[in-house]
């Protein structure tokens, strides 16, 4: 069998959780769906093997650029495990979603997955997850995915969510300050080609998908959204994201 993990994570969170799930899973290839020059078309899966597919939940649902990336890959009845992660506050439609979306592609979805990441708007809510706890929970739940996978078990999870989705709410669009260096890391790194290389210090509202990766890998910190939206929301989000939420395995 062979194994892969796919993965768009702008900020590392998701990342994190990939790969503590698939720990003990040998040889592992890693799919990064967060670039903009791979024609994802082209890549294709054998039947036997086992594929994670992981995506941070965006307002309760997948992020659109992320699921338009996964439904160019050729699943070919490959076994999946969907994951949504997110920044402890809900992920509603998220992982629906991803099911959905992994079985048009022609992935088998075998179990799904939720997981608690920081928080990539609000570093506070969920923050140093996943911890220790985590790391080994998410372990044994890849664990167990690599027995269902043995046994030929290939029933399809019910994982919560609605139909139709939620909308996608309005992201915050960061711009940076005086002290950008314009050393272009963020053009280069954008998964939806927002920032052009002729002006550094804003991103193109029409493209940006408000994932926060250029604000977490600027080397300065020039790259910020507003700080007072992001106080609002953090007063708004306080009671739902403070109450600890659990990582879950749908099998
Ligand atoms: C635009 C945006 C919307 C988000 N919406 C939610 C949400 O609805 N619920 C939640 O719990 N976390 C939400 N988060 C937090 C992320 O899901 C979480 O931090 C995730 O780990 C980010 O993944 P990454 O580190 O791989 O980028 C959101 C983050 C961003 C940037």
């Known amino acids: 069998m062979k194994y892969y993990r796919i993965i768009f994570s702008p900020t590392g969170g998701t990342e994190k959780v990939a790969n503590a799930i698939t720990k003990n899973w040998k040889q592992i290839e890693t799919i990064d769906l967060t670039l903009l020059d791979t024609d994802y078309a082209k890549i294709s899966f054998e ?9 941070p939940s965006f307002g309760g649902v997948a992020p659109s650029l992320a699921l338009e990336r996964l439904s160019m890959l050729k699943g070919n009845g490959a076994m999946c495990v969907v994951t949504a992660v997110y920044g402890n506050r809900a992920y ?22 939720s997981a608690v990441a920081e928080h990539s708007i609000i570093r506070k809510y969920a923050a140093g997850r996943p911890n220790l706890n985590d790391y080994k929970e998410l372990a ?19 994982v919560p969510g609605n139909k ?22 963020c053009a280069q790194k954008c998964p939806s080609g927002a920032i052009s290389a002729d002006q550094l210090k804003l ?3 029409s493209k ?12 300065v910190h020039a790259r910020k959204v507003s700080q007072l939206m992001t106080s609002v929301a953090a007063a708004a989000l306080k009671k739902t994201c403070s109450v600890e939420k659990e990582n879950e395995l749908f099998i």
């Open 92 to 113: 509603e439609d998220t992982l629906l979603q991803m099911q959905d979306y992994a079985q048009t592609a022609g992935f088998q979805v075998i179990t799904a997955i």
């Open 203 to 205: 991103s193109d509202k």
């Open 208 to 219: 940006c998908i408000s994932c926060m990766r250029c604000v977490s890998i600027c080397p």
């Open 164 to 185: 139709p989705y939620k909308k996608a709410g309005v992201g915050m669009i960061p711009k940076a300050n005086a002290t950008c260096t314009a050393c272009g890391l």
């Open 47 to 55: 039947k036997d093997s086992l594929v994670l597919i992981a995506m």
């Open 140 to 158: 044994e739940f890849g664990d167990r995915i690599l027995e269902k996978a043995a046994s030929g078990a290939l029933s399809t999870p019910v």
